[in-house]
């Protein structure tokens, strides 16, 4: 499989995400957790440093190694990617965030937040009170099993690309600065599973975030932010145009007479 079929496209196009599994290669997926533990051993983890690498990457330096983004750029990840966005107009990845997310001291559930990447907290690169569009999708790539809910699962609400169009057109992009990503949405949150080498590739727009970890594993996993050639030039434009940037989908949809009668 080298394209998203059209059930995987429609999926897209109303969630806001899909599942795909199988991506990566096992051999791929144990070299980076080879290195990612690596890393962990031999650099270990300023105590000051851990919110920020929380809300950013852990193993600073590590993700922009061929290890991490081969995973990406060296598997059939970046053909399915490159599918919905339209042939020759995806960039490479120069890195990718290694996603870890540790056991909670205990095993006490809470509920995730979301939130829309770009709205900035002052520790994830971004000041507070300033927003930022700078990716067409994630794609979240599984390093381990994760076969059951509140294991640091990634986690969305579906449908809140769109919820979320609808809201900036009225209220215009800077909204997100505010934190309106943060009001009652419209749909149950859904904490992915899988195995180590699955998928999960999302639009830019939808809610979401990482499940608390009440299990006795780490969640490991590496999340890459797909860039549309045109990513810079269309900007903030694209959150209220939200196919601006995937016409590998519209197509789809079109010759199928969908798009028009979805929007």
């Not at 440093?49 to 059939?76: H, W």
């Not at 996603?99 to 000041?127: C, Q």
């Not at 145009?241 to 028009?260: K, M, N, S, Y």
Request: hydrophobic share 40%; with cysteine.
């Amino acid at each position: 499989m080298t394209q998203l079929n059209r059930q995987q496209m429609e999926q897209l196009f109303e969630d806001g995400y899909v599942i795909i599994p199988g991506v990566i290669p096992r051999l791929m997926v144990e070299e980076a957790r080879r290195a990612i533990n690596h890393h962990l051993g031999s650099e270990g983890m300023p105590p000051d440093e851990l919110p920020k690498m929380g809300a950013t990457t852990y193993c600073p330096g590590l993700g922009s190694q061929p290890v991490i983004t081969d995973l990406f750029n060296r598997s059939l990840l970046f053909a399915l990617c490159e599918s919905a966005v339209g042939e020759g107009n995806l960039l490479a990845a120069g890195s990718g965030q290694i996603a870890l997310r540790f056991p909670r001291a205990t095993s006490d559930r809470v509920e995730p937040k979301g939130h829309i990447d770009g709205r900035g907290t002052g520790i994830n690169g971004i000041p507070k009170g300033e927003f930022r569009r700078g990716f067409t999708m994630l794609a979240v790539v599984l390093l381990a099993d994760l076969p059951e809910p509140y294991g640091g699962n990634f986690t969305v609400w579906p449908g809140t690309h769109r919820f979320f169009e609808t809201i900036f057109r009225e209220h215009g992009p800077a909204a997100l600065a505010e934190g309106i990503d943060t009001m009652e949405l419209p749909h149950p949150a859904v904490q992915t599973t899988g195995q180590a080498g699955d998928v999960v590739i999302t639009h830019h727009q939808i809610v979401h975030s990482a499940a608390p970890n009440c299990s006795p594993n780490i969640r490991y996993a590496a999340i890459f932010r797909g860039r549309h050639k045109d990513v810079e030039a269309n900007g903030t434009d694209a959150m209220t145009d939200i196919w601006r940037e995937w016409p590998g989908i519209r197509e789809v949809l079109e010759a199928a007479g969908d798009v028009g009668a979805r929007r």
